[in-house]
T-cell receptor, first 115, second 112 residues
């Protein structure tokens, strides 16, 4: 089944404890992206990647890191999480058509709480 | 800076009614526009993608149109059903980048 998977789905952690949220897709998509969703602020893009070893900042990259060592995986790293990073996180992927992303498919989300 | 708005923020309609959801963007230089639905506590499901060179896309009871010059897209839902109740989001991609900018969404409730 074609899908985007995220792990963990739920995570409660404490300030400053490094964590990684994994994202994997099995559709051979070039484009992958991370978003956070907050009440009243909507969905905002954190980072995106057009292909392996190519990553770019979205609108809210502060406090996050990403890497794209393999085409199928795009982990989101919080080196020192803070309470303002409590949010619902989504990973998405897409084929790249003529160097631009196309229809995006989303993972189920990861609900992160930082105490 | 590209900004995306959606009106109305919430909409309640009786079952069977046809309805239109609106999405507006401030910069007409977009590569594509995508409509999604999101059920409470769930991820996003892609509904329709319109490339900048297209005027509309259709899928079943859904029809999305795009007018780049006026910075508008509409999502038309025909013969609405209670199962259509969800939040509908539009997202645009500015031409010069591969960023994605989402609107705040329209919460739709279809009353049986």
């Amino acid at each position: 089944e074609a899908q985007v998977t995220q792990n963990p789905r739920y995570l409660i952690t404490v300030t400053g404890k490094k964590l990684t949220v994994t994202c994997s897709q099995n559709m051979n998509h070039e484009y992958m992206s991370w978003y956070r969703q907050d009440p009243g602020l909507g969905l905002r893009q954190i980072y995106y990647s057009m292909n392996v070893e190519v990553t770019d900042k979205g609108d809210v990259p502060e406090g996050y890191k990403v890497s794209r060592k393999e085409k199928r995986n795009f982990p989101l790293i919080l080196e020192s999480p803070s309470p303002n990073q409590t949010s619902l996180y989504f990973c998405a992927s897409s084929f790249s058509v003529r160097g631009h992303y196309n229809e995006q498919f989303f993972g189920p989300g990861t609900r992160l709480t930082v105490l | 800076k590209q900004e995306v708005t959606q009106i109305p923020a919430a909409l309640s309609v009786p079952e069977g009614e046809n309805l239109v959801l609106n999405c507006s963007f401030t910069d007409s230089a977009i590569y594509n526009l995508q409509w999604f639905r999101q059920d409470p506590g769930k991820g996003l499901t892609s509904l329709l993608l319109i490339q900048s060179s297209q005027r509309e896309q259709t899928s079943g009871r859904l029809n999305a149109s795009l007018d780049k010059s006026s910075g508008r897209s509409t999502l038309y839902i025909a013969a609405s059903q209670p199962g259509d109740s969800a939040t509908y989001l539009c997202a645009v991609s500015p031409s010069a980048t591969d960023k994605v900018i989402f609107g705040p969404g329209t919460s739709l409730s279809v009353i049986p």
